[in-house]
Structure formats: structure tokens, C-alpha cells
């Protein structure tokens, strides 16, 4: 089918030739002397835009020269960011901008035209593209002009989408090209033309129109007058063809140019029939106007003389609402603090003085219109959000004052302090903000925070407690250390007067010390409490303190406060108490050990003559019986020098193989006896024998059974058991021990119990719960069982009793027998004996004894004397066979030296070392020293000779 090509403007003058006889003016009705400042977008091609020149160019700008000059206005064209030209209408800046797509959201706040153009939106997408309409972009990025049609039609109808926002339409394009977006809501008409221009046929247009809108000129809500004068002047252009010109030269490239045969007869059927209507109407009417032209040109004089006062009286309104604003703009810019108007619904900027714009760093341009999302610094407590919510309670009635993190365009951020308040200006409500940058202010709080950080941490960290006061000698400041001693907190104590949180009394009168605030501030200098200063905490608790005072002074060397330091010495006390204890104990250890050597020495004599005596008597003679009573009595003597011993220096344990069953059974019954307070022992048939020093573990028994008879008050059941304890898997990890075998004691009594709080105290040194203790009994025993390699552990419930349990290392050898030599009985002894020891006394009664054995003796005093006496026999017909030397003579040489000495000379030489400090290390340990035996002063007849054979055995 053929089509004939009908101009469409020829049918666009057919209506226009009615529409021009209908509506032609009558004479003399104009607008003269009226001014408008016409608004636009400086990029929105083809509508409005500035050219290569600078020079505003489109079709809007066409169609506005137009209209001005049909209808003989006065005007100027300023073209600026589309977001600042409507901010402009709203401020009256602009009086109309030449093209705004018509909503009803912006119906609120504009008055429209009728329509110069009705423009159809597209979306627009690379090719190759799965979207293809407007439902595909659910979930996608899409880009739009900022305070475009098509940004408010996406945030109208709420679509899940991410919406990239560019200043213009060209961006807009530009960044789609680039991949920052997936689509584009564009006008179809602006973004082909734009497109092309670009040479880009990388985008096109996908689907149906979007929405179709009309494009009118827009005036500020109530403008009617001026918005009457441009729907006249649109009419009048449109009507002499001027219209059709403009359109056809923007966008005649981009639209069909004729019509087909059928279009023709479809458009005559539609508009041919009410021409030929309205020509008739025309024609009957026309005589009926010509009668009232008179009249009305009568009229139209009246009005225009009318409208010319108006006008003058306008214009005078004018210049002195300029001069208003000229005023208004001195008094908004002369402030040092930032000023701007919020809209009160989206917080975005409407106007702002220059000091504001000097802060952020932008230009007014770039600000108005702006969100205040960018402003803020979006951490957290700052974002954008947080600050139009600030901007609605204003908005709403309720002013808001807040510190804020604003962001400049450079990016810094800096602190500001922003009040917001509610504004009217006239039918409008906006929000005022003012704002100064407070950042020098908050660098001074954060200096003076960081020093008061500083000090806290430096408080805290020290050991002492610190109070300081002010010159009144009320409390201001006291620390952690200082909380705990006193016991008054910081929010409790500030402001209390120094004395009744500071008690302080003499320990020995009990009288109040004087006043250390009042001293300081009374002298001027540093004060220190004197000795037995006690400080009184608030729950009574008592504490020795030492304390100094000094004043605290400004710049100006005044005094503005006192300062306290001052610790607790307690523990410092009672331990140099204990500790002079210990001095005592050590200067009464001398004089015990001294004692014991020396008695042991006279003991020695004792002990011997009467074990020799023994021999020399019948073993159911009268006499072989009290000699028998001597020997058990120097046996009990002998312990006791034990004691003594153990008691001044300690030392490592002589051990040898004993009978555990008959040391408790001797130290129970040496302390138990005469008490209220029985034992009840249970060992096993089987017993092992343990390898360990008797006296030392005599002493831990009766430590732990004295301990239970106190904690019995003296009255009750002390439950002892013995068993054989094989280390297997499941005490690894719990108890401390490197052998396998041990014998286990318990000692379990019924009294008061330990508090689990002091549980893990009771085997420290001088901790004790007795009021006549020492503290030194338990820290003792752990001593002794340590030394032995052995373990002891305590369990308490308390109200029913405490255990302690001991595990002492086992014996792999038999218990041995004790040997008695029975009165008469010929001893077969062989060899030659040299014995060295300084005591005539001890000497002598080891010679007896070795002569009863059948050993020959040779006596020497020292150990210079025995090392020659030696020498000279060695090799001789009458060597020395074996040497008993005391390991310590006063003033000359000992018998270690001489030992060692005699193995240079003879390997072989075979030496017995004596002493009576059994609690030497030389004694527990002598096979280390070069020694084949040792023997303890005292000793028997029997002792003496199995540590001979022992020393003669090969």
C-alpha cells in the first residue's frame, strides 16, 4: 500500500487558522513592561543546554524567545545545574523555568503550563542486553539525571533497584557506556539525539514508553498571573505556526515527516467536519463581535491603565523588596558561622551564606540543591541518616543542638556545632541550621582528655594510694589502691573532708595522728607520717601505713591542694617482726648446735663406756639390766641432740633403712604422753621399710600430731595409718614424685578444720592461725618430706577434721636387725684402727671400744697427725687398715682435708667419717666425698662395729 505524504504542518495550520480566529486578542490587550527571568538546565540537550559558546541554545529556549516576544515581555535566560535551578524557583531567584516534566508530587510545590511538549521516557541499555522493558530491572543498577522525571518516577513507585545518580543526561550515557550501570530511565527524544551526537551505537532504546509526560513551563506555586501571560503566548505561537517551526527544528530528524492516505482521511474525518462546523459558528459570530470590540476596547483601556499602575506600583515593590534582599544578604553573610536552609522534608540544601560555602570548600553552585549525605562524615553516629532525622525534629518543632562530624570537598573532616530550628517563609517551612567549626576546641578537649587519661593510667598503675585534696581539705581525687585501703570509692569520697575518709591513728597510744592536709597546707612542705601510723578503713579494718604529704601548686607557686601517697605495711611489719624472729632463732640455733656438738662429745664418752661396760656383765645379771636403762637413756638423749641439731642449721637428711611403724609408734608416744588425746594407728602386716633420715622424719610426726592436738583442743582421736603406695598411671600428673615405691602415712584428727581460704597457706613460712605460734612447724615439716624426695598434701572439711598424708621414699633392702653383742662374747676383730678426733674424752672411749672388738688402735688428735701417722705405716709390716676421722677440729685441719689427702696418697685407703652434726651434708651424701662410711656421734659398741666390718669389707 502507498502512502502520500501529507505535511503535518499543514494540518497543524488548518486548526491553528480556527484556533487563531477564535482566540485572536483584542486590540490593545498586552503585557507590556513585564520582566521574567527565565531558569533551565545548562546541560539537557536537546530542550536546553548551552552551547560551544556559552550561549543558552534548545528547543525550550526557542520556544521561550517565542513566547516573550509574542506576548512583549522583557527577559533574560540563565541557565545553571538542574538542581540549582529549581532550588532558584524556589528562592525567587528565577521567576520561570522553561521546561519541567509535570507531576503531582510537583504539584506541590509548582504551578505548570499547558504542555509545550509531550515527551516519552525509554530505558535504554548496551546492546546485547537481558533487560528488554521496564519489569526487567528489578534488582539492577540503573542511572538517571539527578531531580529528573525519571529519578522521581523510580523513587515514587519504591522499585527494588540501585539508582546511580550524575549530574546530567550526558553523564548519564557516559557512565552506562562505561559499565557504572546496567540501564538508563532517559527521555527517548533527548537520549537518541544525545547518542548520535556522541557517536555512540553501543546503547539503544529497549520496550514501550515508560511514562509519557507534558512538558510545561513552571512557575512557583500562586504565580497565576505569570503563568496566564505563558499559556497565552504558548497559544499565540502555536497558532502562527512559530510552534511548528521550533519542533520540526529540534526534532524533525527524530520523527515521521507525513502522513499515509489513510492517516489523511482519517485526520479529515476527525478535524475536516468540525472546521466546516466551527467556520459556519465563525462566520455568525463574527458579527456579533464586531459590536462588542467598541465596547471591549473600552474596557481594555480602563484595564490597561489599571495594569500600568499595577506595574509601576510593582516595580516600586520590587526595587524595595531588592533592596530588602540586598540588606537580608549582608546580614546572612556577615556572620563568621556557617547558615543554611534545609528543605524540611528531604534535608536537602535550599540556600547558604558565604561563610558556610568558605567552610565546606564548595561553591554555592555545587551546594544548593545538594543532600546532606555527602556533608556528613558517614562514621558511625554520623551518617547522613542520622542527620535528616535531626533536620525532621527541627522540621517538626523541636530544635536540635548537636556536635557533628562534617566532611569538606576535599575529603578532610572536621568537627562542627550545628543548632537547627524551624523557619516560615511565607507558605513555606524550612529548617535554619548554623554552624561554626568547633575543631580547634575539640583538639583542646582531646589534649585535655588525653592528659586526664594519662593521669587516671598513671594513678592506677602505681602500687601506693594516692588522695589529693583541695585547699579546704576536701577529698577531690583517690585511686584504685587508695579505694581498696580506705575503703571508700571515688564517687563516695569527692568532696568528703579529708579526716573522714583519711582516719589515721597511732598504733601504740591509739590516739588520733594529726591532720597531714592541714600540716602540708600549714608549712608549705613535704610531710612523712612517723612510724606505728595505722590507717582505720571504713569497715574498721586496721592497717600499718607509711605516708607522705606534699602541697600541689599552680603556676604561680600557690598552693591550690595537697597530695597523700601512701602504702600498706603491713606484711613489711610482720615480716621484719618475723624476721627478727628468725634472727633470734639463728643466734639460739648457734648456741643449740654448739650445745649439741659439744654434748654429743659427752655423750659420745657416756654412751660408749657404757656400752662397753654391758659387755663385761651377764646378760640376767642385775647390773647388764641398768646398764641396758643407761643405753635406752642415752638413746633418748641422743634424739634430743637430734633436734637440736635439726633445729639450728637443717641440712640435707643422713637417711638409712628404718621401721616407720616404730618411729610413729616413739614420736606419738613421746608427744601424747600424760594428754586427753589418744592414736589409733593402722599399719599394714607387710610394711615396707623407708629410706630416711629417723630424726628428721621423727620431727615431721610429731610437727603433724602436735598440730592435731591443738586443733582438737587438746581432746580427741588421732587416726594414723600406714600402707605401701606403688606410683601407677593414675597419679601421674597429680602427685610430684619420681620413684614407684612408697610407704603412705595419714594423720586424720576431729578437729576444727582449715578454711579453704588459708588452705594454701598453711606451709608458708611464719603463716599461722595460733596466737603463740611461730609459723615455722608445718613450713618445717614441708621442708624435711621435700628433702627426702618424698610428698605431703593436706585435705580439710571444716567442722569434721583435717588430713595430712605423707609418702616417703620405700627401701628395696630388708629391715635389718639390730645386733647386741651379749655379755662375754669373744669379738675376732682384725686390724689396725686409726682414729682422729680432738676429744681426749672420745679418743679414749673408741679406743676401749675398738680394744673390746680385738683392733689394734692408734690415736691422733688432728688431721695433720693422722695424715703423717698414716704415711709412715703405709707400705711398712703394720699398715693402717681402716681410718675414723672427725669430720670437724677447732683449729686445725678437719677431717675432709685429711681424708682427701690420704686417697692421694692411697687410693685405696679406706676412711670413716664421724661427726656429731649429723645434719652435715658431708654426712648425708659421704661416698660423694671420698668416704667408704660414716658413723654418728654418739654411737654404741654395735654401731661401731658394723660400720668397721662395713669398711673392711672388700
Not at 547 to 575: K, Q, Y
Not at 753 to 761: A, K, Q
Not at 770 to 776: D, H
Not at 924 to 942: M, N, R
Amino acid at each position: 500500500m502507498r502512502f502520500l505524504c501529507f505535511p503535518r504542518g499543514l494540518l497543524f495550520f488548518l486548526i491553528g487558522v480556527v484556533g487563531l480566529l477564535v482566540m485572536w486578542p483584542v486590540p490593545g490587550w498586552a503585557a507590556d513592561h513585564v520582566y521574567l527571568v527565565f531558569g533551565g538546565d545548562d546541560s539537557y540537550p536537546p530542550y536546553e543546554y548551552l552551547d560551544d559558546h556559552g550561549m543558552p541554545a534548545g528547543f525550550d529556549v526557542d520556544i521561550t524567545r517565542a513566547v516573550a516576544k509574542e506576548m512583549g515581555l522583557f527577559s533574560s535566560l540563565d541557565l545553571m545545574m538542574w538542581s540549582d535551578a529549581r532550588s532558584a524557583l524556589l528562592a525567587g531567584d528565577v521567576d520561570v523555568l522553561m521546561g519541567m516534566f509535570k507531576s503531582i508530587d510537583r504539584q506541590r510545590h509548582f504551578a505548570f503550563s499547558t504542555p509545550h511538549y509531550v515527551a516519552s521516557y525509554a530505558v535504554f541499555v548496551p546492546r546485547g542486553s537481558s533487560i528488554h522493558s521496564i519489569d526487567d530491572i528489578r534488582g539492577r543498577r540503573i542511572l538517571v539525571q539527578d531531580g529528573d522525571i525519571g529519578h522521581d518516577y523510580l523513587l515514587q513507585q519504591e522499585m527494588p533497584v540501585e539508582i546511580g545518580v550524575r549530574k546530567n543526561v550526558r553523564d548519564v550515557l557516559k557512565a552506562l557506556a562505561d559499565g557504572q550501570g546496567e540501564a538508563a530511565l532517559l527521555s527517548r527524544i533527548q537520549g537518541l539525539m544525545l547518542l548520535k551526537e556522541m557517536k555512540n551505537t553501543s546503547i539503544v532504546p529497549v520496550g514501550p514508553p515508560v511514562l509519557q509526560q507534558s512538558y510545561c513551563f513552571a512557575v512557583k506555586k500562586g504565580d497565576y498571573q505569570v503563568l496566564s501571560l505563558l499559556n497565552e503566548g504558548l497559544s499565540a505561537i502555536k497558532a502562527s505556526g512559530r510552534y511548528d517551526e521550533i519542533h520540526e527544528k529540534w526534532f524533525g530528524a527524530y520523527e515521521p515527516r507525513g502522513f499515509s492516505s489513510s492517516e489523511l482521511l482519517r485526520y479529515l474525518a476527525m478535524v475536516g467536519f468540525p472546521l466546516l462546523t466551527v467556520a459556519v459558528l465563525f462566520f455568525l459570530w463574527n458579527a456579533s463581535l464586531k459590536r462588542k470590540v467598541a465596547r471591549r476596547t473600552d474596557e481594555l483601556s480602563r484595564a490597561n491603565e489599571i495594569l500600568s499602575r499595577q506595574i509601576d506600583e510593582r516595580l516600586l515593590a520590587e526595587r524595595a523588596l531588592r533592596s530588602s534582599e540586598r540588606r537580608y544578604r549582608e546580614i546572612y553573610n556577615t556572620p563568621n558561622d556557617a547558615i543554611i536552609l534545609h528543605d524540611a522534608v528531604d534535608g536537602g540544601i535550599l540556600d547558604i551564606n558565604e561563610p558556610g560555602v568558605a567552610m565546606l570548600g564548595y561553591s554555592r553552585e555545587e551546594l544548593v540543591g545538594r543532600s546532606i549525605e555527602g556533608l556528613s562524615s558517614g562514621e558511625p553516629g554520623f551518617t547522613g541518616e542520622l542527620g535528616l532525622n535531626l533536620i525532621r525534629k527541627a522540621a517538626q518543632g523541636q530544635p536540635q543542638m548537636a556536635e557533628w562530624r562534617t566532611r569538606r570537598k576535599d575529603g578532610s573532616v572536621f568537627w562542627s556545632e550545628v543548632s537547627l530550628k524551624r523557619a516560615a517563609f511565607g507558605d513555606e517551612t524550612c529548617v535554619v541550621s548554623v554552624g561554626r567549626d568547633i575543631s580547634p576546641r575539640k583538639e583542646v578537649e582531646e589534649t585535655l582528655s588525653q592528659e586526664k587519661e594519662r593521669l587516671a593510667v598513671t594513678l592506677r598503675s602505681i602500687g601506693d594510694g594516692v588522695i589529693t585534696s583541695d585547699v579546704e581539705g576536701r577529698v577531690v581525687l583517690i585511686n584504685k589502691v587508695a579505694e581498696k585501703l580506705t575503703g571508700w570509692t571515688q564517687a563516695d569520697a569527692a568532696g568528703k573532708p579529708m579526716l573522714e575518709v583519711f582516719r589515721i591513728i597511732n598504733e601504740k597510744t591509739r590516739e588520733p595522728c594529726e591532720n597531714p592536709v592541714e600540716k602540708v597546707l600549714t608549712t608549705g612542705n613535704t610531710i612523712t607520717l612517723a612510724n606505728h601510723t595505722a590507717l582505720i578503713a571504713r569497715d574498721g579494718t586496721e592497717r600499718s601505713i607509711a605516708d607522705s604529704g606534699a602541697p600541689i601548686m599552680d603556676r604561680t607557686s600557690s598552693i591550690v591542694g595537697v597530695v597523700l601517697v601512701f602504702r600498706d605495711v603491713t606484711d613489711e611489719n610482720r615480716i621484719e617482726e618475723e624476721l627478727l624472729k628468725v634472727r633470734k632463732l639463728e643466734s639460739v640455733g648457734v648456741l643449740a648446735g654448739g650445745i649439741a656438738h659439744d654434748f654429743n662429745n659427752i655423750l659420745m664418752a657416756v654412751l660408749g663406756g657404757v656400752s662397753l661396760a654391758r659387755t663385761y656383765n651377764q646378760e640376767n645379771s642385775e647390773s647388764y639390766r641398768l646398764l641396758s636403762d643407761v643405753l635406752r637413756a642415752c638413746g633418748r638423749a641422743k634424739d634430743l641432740t637430734q633436734q637440736l641439731l635439726t633445729f639450728s642449721k637443717g641440712g640435707d637428711p643422713v637417711t638409712r633403712v628404718a621401721s616407720v611403724v616404730d618411729l610413729v609408734r616413739e614420736s606419738a608416744g613421746f608427744v601424747l604422753h600424760g594428754g586427753r588425746v589418744r592414736c589409733d594407728t593402722h599399719f599394714v602386716d607387710d610394711l615396707w621399710a623407708a629410706e630416711i633420715d629417723f630424726g628428721q622424719i621423727s620431727q615431721v610426726v610429731q610437727n603433724l600430731i602436735l598440730n592435731a592436738v591443738h586443733a582438737m583442743d587438746q581432746a580427741g582421736v588421732i587416726t594414723i595409718t600406714a600402707e605401701n603406695h606403688r606410683i601407677d598411671r593414675r597419679d601421674i600428673g597429680i602427685l610430684p614424685l619420681k620413684g614407684e615405691r612408697y610407704v603412705k602415712l595419714t594423720f586424720c584428727d576431729e578437729g576444727t578444720g582449715i578454711p579453704e581460704s588459708l588452705i594454701d597457706r598453711i606451709f608458708d613460712p611464719f603463716f599461722t592461725t595460733k596466737k603463740t605460734g611461730s609459723g615455722l612447724g608445718l613450713a618445717t615439716t614441708h621442708s624435711i618430706v621435700s628433702k627426702h624426695d618424698g610428698h605431703i598434701q593436706v585435705t580439710s572439711t571444716p567442722g569434721v577434721g583435717t588430713c595430712f598424708t605423707l609418702y616417703l621414699p620405700a627401701s628395696e633392702e630388708v629391715l635389718p636387725e639390730r645386733i647386741e653383742i651379749p655379755a662375754g662374747d669373744s669379738v675376732q676383730g682384725r686390724g689396725r684402727i686409726l682414729v682422729m678426733d680432738d676429744e681426749e674424752m672420745v679418743r679414749e672411749v673408741v679406743e676401749g671400744l675398738l680394744d673390746a672388738l680385738g683392733y689394734e688402735v692408734l690415736l691422733t688428735a688432728s688431721g695433720e697427725e693422722a695424715v703423717a701417722v698414716y704415711r709412715a705405716r703405709h707400705g711398712g709390716p703394720e699398715p693402717v687398715d681402716v681410718v675414723i676421722t672427725d669430720l670437724t677440729v677447732v683449729g686445725a685441719m678437719g677431717g675432709l682435708e685429711a681424708a682427701g689427702l690420704i686417697r692421694q696418697w692411697d687410693p685405696e685407703a679406706r676412711v670413716v667419717v664421724s661427726s656429731g652434726y649429723s645434719n652435715d651434708p658431708i654426712m648425708a651424701d659421704y661416698q660423694a666425698h671420698g668416704f667408704c662410711a660414716a658413723i654418728v656421734k654418739p654411737y654404741s659398741l654395735a654401731d661401731l662395729r658394723a660400720v668397721v666390718l662395713e669398711a673392711l669389707e672388700p
